[in-house]
């Protein structure tokens, strides 16, 4: 399957657990050669902890600098949930694929973080502007690293987010109607997530057959999608998906089923919902 495989689920933007990932547990050990570094540490973790850093970002080079953009913009929210989801795609996305240095980050490490991570973390709202609040806070953060450690890499990501926002707003826009399409109800005081859920699974024990895969959208014709699983090579003809807000191209992770007498799939589960330059960073295993 893919490089990351994460849990379908309500709360979006949070980290979750990869599918099928075997549990491996790396232990380091730190040495302190005096009681102020200890106490530095622990004044580290404590300010890391804001954002949700993982505890092995604090060994690694980018540690220090998110931790003292966090200080600098402590009461900006914005800001902090940034630091969430950048750090989570250095810690839990690309652990030990990570680059060395901020100066090795060249251009794929960030287009792969806008087009492949963040639409992973995208929330779901009625407004329906994580896509710009988030290219904002990038663009913020990487000018002050450039000033920061002497790199370039503002007008790369200025380029990126003039190349990619209009599909990544295409994107938020699919993400939000499939969910409502499916949960009406989502953003109601009254929303109850656990209910939604045993629903939501008695719902799919009715198909006979089911796939799971990264599907990209060929075209759409009515109300009917035709999408490629990108992993088999069939292609499917899907029903009841928000039509008008699907474009071509639109990489579309999630389940589809049937049963046996039906012609037409029905798209259940969304996973996630990714532009089509994505593609190129999703491997598939047998």
């Known amino acids: 399957m893919k490089k990351k495989q994460f849990f379908c689920n309500f709360d979006r933007g949070k980290a979750n657990v990869p599918r099928e990932k075997t549990l491996q547990i790396a ?6 050669s005096s009681p102020q570094e200890y106490r530095d540490f622990l004044t580290k973790l404590q300010i890391s902890s804001r954002f949700e ?28 949930e940034f630091l969430r989801i950048f750090s989570s795609y250095l810690t839990d996305y ?31 709202t009625t ?41 990544l707003r295409a994107c938020e826009h699919l993400l939000n109607s ?38 990209q959208v060929i075209r759409v014709i009515e109300n009917i999608t035709l999408a490629v699983d990108l992993h088999s090579g069939q292609t499917y003809s899907i029903q009841g998906l928000p039509a008008k807000n699907i474009v071509p191209g639109m990489l579309m992770y999630g389940d589809i089923g049937k049963n046996i007498r039906e012609k037409f799939w029905h798209w259940y589960c969304t996973e996630g919902v990714y532009p089509q330059n994505a593609r190129k960073y999703f491997t598939f295993a047998d």
């Open 178 to 215: 499939l969910y409502l399409n499916d949960f009406p109800n989502l953003h109601h005081d009254d929303f109850i997530p656990e209910q939604e859920i045993g629903k939501f699974s008695q719902n799919i024990d009715k198909y006979t057959e089911r796939v799971a895969s990264l599907f």
């Open 127 to 167: 407004y329906e502007k994580e896509v710009d609040n988030f290219s904002l806070q990038l663009k913020q953060f990487v000018l002050w690293l450039d000033k920061r450690v002497d790199t370039s890499w503002y007008n790369v990501i200025c380029q990126y987010a003039d190349e990619f926002l209009p599909d």
């Open 53 to 80: 850093m993982r505890y092995r970002g604090l060994f690694e080079f980018y540690g220090d600098d998110l931790i003292a953009y966090s200080l600098k913009n402590s009461s900006d929210k914005n800001s902090n």
């Open 27 to 32: 232990v380091r050990s730190k040495s302190f």
């Open 94 to 124: 690309l652990e030990d694929r990570c680059p060395s240095s901020w100066k090795q980050c060249h251009p794929p490490f960030w287009e792969e973080l806008m087009l492949t991570y963040y639409p992973h973390c995208m929330k779901l």
